[in-house]
């Protein structure tokens, strides 16, 4: 009798510290990571190398204007939402916008993307995706409209082919740079 209490107090011994451990995992998996990326915040210190190799620093961006950046890839439904995002830029880039798309695909498929639709705003690759941990989204896309300075103004997350997402930011890129507010939906429609 003795040996078997020596046995069960020895195995409880052994178990105790594992589940403990499992527990701590499981309570650090239920803590959600406190969020920092919200409208109102300060944007995240963020850098990233355009395909040249060339540094592109979000905040030297802000202290310019406000910025769009858009975590965003070459799947159907991004592909479609692109036209008013590059309708957007264009309506808005010579009055202080600038507009920084980050998409998560291998770069020769970029480079081969960027060249089919003539994108004229600032890109980056970013295959590992460590753009969405920074922004802390697993949205794609997800919108961050930045101000200038560095406070979030708005995020917009989802695909929304119809062009509706798109002028929702539109309004709010108007209301930051003082002007009027472009419906980028009809600017697609009129090209079409």
């Not at 011994?13 to 594992?18: A, E, K, S």
């Not at 355009?50 to 592109?56: A, E, P, T, V, Y």
């Not at 919108?143 to 979030?152: H, T, W």
């Not at 989802?158 to 009027?180: I, M, Q, R, Y």
Request: hydrophobic share 35%; with cysteine; aromatic share 6%.
């Amino acid at each position: 009798m003795r040996s078997f209490l020596y046995s069960v107090l020895g195995l409880a011994i052994l178990v105790t510290p594992v589940l403990s451990q499992a527990d701590e995992k499981k309570a650090a998996e239920e803590t959600p990571e406190k969020k920092t990326v919200v409208i109102g915040a300060d944007a995240p210190a963020f850098t990233i190398k355009d395909s040249d190799g060339k540094l592109i620093d979000l905040k030297k961006l802000t202290d310019k204007g406000p910025v769009l950046v858009r975590l965003t890839c070459g799947c159907s439904g991004c592909d479609k939402e692109l036209a008013y995002f590059q309708s957007l830029h264009k309506e808005y880039e010579g009055k202080g916008l600038t507009s920084l798309a980050i998409f998560r695909e291998p770069d020769e498929k970029v480079e081969k993307y960027v060249k089919e639709k003539q994108l004229k705003m600032l890109y980056a690759v970013d295959t590992k995706g460590e753009s969405w941990g920074v922004f802390q989204t697993k949205t794609m896309p997800t919108n961050f409209l930045i101000e200038k300075g560095g406070k979030i103004k708005s995020i917009a997350a989802g695909c929304d082919p119809s062009g509706l997402l798109a002028n929702k930011v539109s309004e709010k890129v108007a209301e930051l740079l003082k002007t009027d507010t472009v419906d980028v939906q009809q600017k697609v429609a009129e090209k079409k």
